[in-house]
């Protein structure tokens, strides 16, 4: 049991996001209390609005290490996905994937997305 508390932060640090898997277990079905699930609806909603978002991860932004501009069909919006939420899984352009998070508005910043799971979709 030691050996795997061990190996598992090693795994943990693998992965992330490539640029210029498989899908998590659970339920799968309409979620409630989404308020965005767009980025154009992401874009006009509220500080701390649920968002649900499907699209891509296309690039990671300049001089960041957890964020990335994420593309779906109604525009572009910064994530940001904390290295535990790969959890070891490697993310390209290519794949289609659905974020899960929160809104966070803040004054000097863009509006950014605050990625609490990512599901890579087939």
Do not use: C
């Amino acid at each position: 049991m030691m050996v795997l508390a061990l190996a598992f932060p090693a795994m943990a640090a693998q992965g992330g996001f490539q640029g210029p898997g498989q899908a998590p277990g659970g339920f799968q079905g309409p979620t409630s209390g989404v308020q965005a699930d767009t980025v154009a609806k992401a874009l006009k909603a509220w500080d701390d609005a649920p968002v649900m978002l499907t699209g891509h991860i296309v690039e990671r932004v300049a001089g960041s290490d957890d964020k990335y501009n994420f593309r779906d069909a109604t525009g572009t919006i910064v994530v940001e996905i904390d290295h535990e939420v790969f959890a070891g899984r490697t993310v390209t352009p290519a794949d289609r994937v659905r974020l899960s998070g929160k809104l966070d508005k803040e004054m000097m910043d863009p509006t950014k997305v605050d990625v609490k799971v990512l599901e890579i979709l087939k």
